[in-house]
């Protein structure tokens, strides 16, 4: 790795305009020299520690061909290739031991903004294309993912220290009837889809049991519509309803013991009504407050509700 470093501090020896990183700036998706109008158009560098490491190439201001992002120690960073402007073909991104932590790749990719100062969370998810890996730090696949013209497809995570599965996900609504509608169950509760890039992710305990199953919105990363949780033993202990904004909407149903012991109705994360259920599933005890605001106090024995006016 410093081999190749002093490679590309040797290549400063015979360039001829070059540009430093933090003296340029970006105006209307293009890179400018600050405190001018004059496009960028030459090699561009970072300084660390008295050295010039070449960074890549930008042409009439836009950034072109190969890229690199380096760590102060001289271990490199990222490395991912432009056109135009356009984040194009393979990225990677190591740690700052040198171990690999991100593989994948874009097509037309944003590329334009990508600076210094990169991290995992911050790498543009437009444009991602194929299979992406994540790591950790020590080498271990942390999570895959499959992405088509930057809609993410599936998606599979793995516990450190473990090749047992964390979730997995599976988002096939990617062109749906944009009339159609998720019926929660709540009294005249229709709601239909912000986003069209929804589908079912599966969350396991780190023994491999389920923990649960929920209707998932990738790009808000939350779940929309139903999810269903279980103890590790198998038993369902909860089920909750969420509209596309993210709030408790429709039901939140308690289990015990598998049986069905309270439940919740929300609007919007009020609550407007609860009810109570004795071993044999019927209401033992219900409260009403649609022109009020429920907030169960404690859990006690008579289950004792407030309402406020």
């Excluded at 509608?181 to 005249?188: R, S, T």
Aim: hydrophobic fraction near 30%; charge should be neutral; include cysteine.
């Amino acid at each position: 790795m410093k081999k190749l470093l002093l490679i590309y501090l040797l290549n400063y020896a015979i360039g001829q305009i070059d540009y430093e990183l933090n003296k340029l700036v970006i105006f209307e998706d293009k890179y400018l020299i600050k405190f001018s109008e004059q496009l960028v158009d030459g090699d561009v560098y970072t300084t660390y520690t008295g050295h010039k490491v070449l960074n890549g190439k930008i042409v009439n201001g836009l950034k072109s061909g190969r890229w690199l992002e380096w760590y102060e120690t001289g271990t490199k960073k990222i490395e991912y290739n432009l056109k135009r402007g356009f984040l194009e073909g393979p990225v990677r991104m190591w740690n700052n031991n040198g171990k690999l932590i991100v593989d994948g790749s874009y097509i037309k990719g944003n590329g334009t903004t990508l600076m210094q100062n990169l991290s995992e969370s911050t790498l543009p998810t437009n444009g991602r294309n194929g299979r992406w890996e994540f790591y950790y730090d020590d080498g271990q696949l942390k999570k895959n993912e499959v992405w088509e013209d930057g809609i993410l497809v599936a998606e599979t995570a793995f516990y450190k220290n473990s090749e047992k599965i964390k979730y997995e996900a599976n988002y096939g609504d990617r062109n749906p009837d944009p009339s159609k509608e998720v019926i929660l169950d709540y009294i005249g509760s229709i709601d239909i889809p912000i986003s069209s890039y929804t589908g079912l992710k599966t969350f396991y305990y780190n023994s491999g049991k389920l923990f649960s199953v929920q209707q998932w919105d990738w790009v808000q990363n939350r779940p929309y519509g139903k999810s269903s949780f279980y103890h590790e033993s198998g038993e369902i202990w909860m089920e909750i309803q969420y509209n596309h904004k993210g709030k408790k909407h429709g039901y939140l149903s308690h289990y015990l013991l598998g049986k069905l012991y309270k439940k919740y109705f929300y609007n919007k994360d009020n609550i407007v009504s609860i009810q109570t259920y004795d071993l044999n599933g019927e209401v033992e005890y219900s409260q009403d407050c649609v022109f009020k605001f429920c907030k169960e106090l404690s859990k006690t024995k008579n289950n004792i509700i407030l309402c406020f006016y």
